[in-house]
């Protein structure tokens, strides 16, 4: 059985930093693609940044330059260190992880969500 855990989010003033950590657990063949994905109120889910295997990484406008993407195949977790951040960036944070178990079963996990609140 594979499982995501997220860790990181909480409250900050603008300008501040927070980084966020997701890992990728159990009998992994291998993973794909790793994400983060934001959902603020009223508002659809929106694709933060997201890292293959390989290292190719890809970024939202509103966060490029100020967001880094991570990702550490040893341990399976991808980080997203957040700078600069601002109030706009407020929201749920997701991660997503796309892969494939030992029995080369598909898998797409979603994290709980974790609240990254952005306000003086």
């Known amino acids: 059985q594979v499982q995501l855990v997220e860790s990181g989010g909480g409250l900050v003033q603008p300008g501040e930093s927070l980084r966020l950590s997701c890992t990728v657990s159990?009998?992994?063949?291998?993973?794909?693609?790793m994400g983060w994905y934001r959902q603020a109120p009223g508002k659809q889910r929106e694709l933060v940044a997201r890292i293959t295997s390989i290292g190719d990484s890809n970024y939202a406008d509103s966060v490029r330059g100020r967001f880094t993407i991570s990702r550490f195949n040893v341990g399976n977790t991808a980080t997203l260190q957040m700078n600069s951040l601002k109030p706009e960036d407020t929201a749920v944070y997701s991660c997503?992880?796309?892969?494939?178990?030992?029995?080369?079963?598909?898998?797409?996990?979603w994290g709980q969500g974790t609240q990254v609140t952005v306000s003086s």
């Open positions: 159990g009998s992994i063949f291998g993973i794909n693609v």
């Open positions: 997503n992880a796309e892969g494939s178990d030992y029995a080369l079963k598909r898998f797409n996990l």
